[in-house]
């Protein structure tokens, strides 16, 4: 019999990250399941994201200070994804 979601689907909470992002450490602090991290590659910063350790709490879309993080739905490529997923890069303002 046919379901409203075909079985296997994934859905699963993830955010994505607008420009505007000025590279704060914020929501690597914030996050409780350390889903968001902030990794130094050279003169940049990278933040990135584990898709399966995010639970949607929105912490870190509450506390960024200029607002640029927005929840999503990530689908089953992204929630099994090997490495984590790169959300925004670029030579902090501070720097
Ligand atoms: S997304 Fe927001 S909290 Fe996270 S590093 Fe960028 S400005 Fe800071
Ligand atoms: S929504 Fe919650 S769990 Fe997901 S990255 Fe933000 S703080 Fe972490």
Known sequence: MATARSQGEVRWPAIQVLEGCTLCPVCAN???????KRVREGEEYV??????????????????????????????????????????RGEPEWS
């Open 30 to 36: 914030v996050c409780p399941t350390g889903a968001v």
């Open 47 to 88: 933040l990135e994201l584990e898709v399966a350790a995010c639970t949607g709490c929105g912490g870190c879309v509450a506390s960024c200070p200029p607002q640029v993080i927005e929840l999503v739905e990530a689908g089953r490529d992204r929630v099994l994804a090997e490495e984590p997923e790169e959300l925004f």
